[in-house]
């Protein structure tokens, strides 16, 4: 029904009951206030449908201007395959946008959220409802002060070797350091604490979880690790995360993922040599 005069439906059968009783166009007019077009308008929908054609008709358009064709979702789907089977790299909605815009494998790239609602269709991946965040302080640092984050991951080889890798990443330029090794003990989170501070520079704050790898804890009560007492003598202020609250590291356990999920998952590697010797492919990345 017209949302404007809620009569208009009324009006129209009006006019053709009077048509029936032999009225002209001009004596219906007068009765009812409506234009010449309207009522010829009408009057050709009701010789070709009847009755039924005075309702009012759905006003949703029945065509869409900027309907993709079914090609195109196709090429995007086909794009997505592709990524996922690469050594290294993402395979989200972002991604697959990239890789159109690079290769201009199509004239007019569809948006990000196209692409993730027909990735989403596709069954590709599954959205997930945010869980409602605590609050957390998180005071900012002036420009002039380093903070970063330290964090390790660890994956199987085939026969049972461990690669350790620890990464330290700039929170504010998102600069990374690497070390890779067959163990994770604190004298290797100490060679990776001189590493980073070597390529990335000396942080004020570096922010860790509480591994023993960086406490030192376990062994001897009231006693600083030897991370511990590196960190302090270079003069940087470790800040320990709240236990059992990964999250709270989120940069560098991204990183991680990432190092896991686009580079390790995807390669094969038959040794920690090969791992080291391949990684040059994620921090170029």
Known sequence: MN????????????????????????????????????????????DEQGWPALDSLPKAPTHSPHAYNPSVV??????RARLARAKVGLVGARAVFWELKKKRLVKAAPS???????????GCFQSQTPAKEAYYPAPPLPDE??????????????????????????????????????AKTTEVACA??????????????????N????????RKARI???????????GIELVFISTREPKRNGLVERVNGLWASAFFDKDHFRSVIDVKRKRGKFLRW
Not at 112 to 122: G, P
Not at 192 to 206: C, I, M, P
């Open 74 to 79: 196709k090429l995007v789907l086909r794009v």
């Open 3 to 46: 949302e404007k005069n809620l009569d208009e439906i009324a009006y129209r059968r009006q006019a053709f009951k009077l048509f029936d009783r032999g009225k002209s166009a001009h004596q219906i007019l007068r009765l009812i206030p409506r234009s010449r077009s309207w009522l010829f308008k009408w009057k050709r929908r009701f």
């Open 112 to 122: 990000i959220s196209t692409i993730k609602r027909w990735l989403r269709r596709a």
């Open 211 to 218: 591994d023993a790898a960086f406490t030192g804890l376990g």
């Open 224 to 234: 600083f690790g030897r991370f511990v007492r590196l960190a302090l003598y270079l």
């Open 145 to 182: 002060w380093l903070s970063a984050a330290c964090d390790w991951v660890a994956r199987y080889l085939e026969g049972g070797a461990k690669v350790f890798c620890f990464h330290t990443l700039d929170q504010r330029t998102h600069a990374l350091s690497q070390t890779m090794a067959t």
């Open 192 to 209: 990776h604490l001189l590493q980073s501070s070597k390529e990335l520079g000396l942080a004020d704050f570096l922010q860790v979880d």
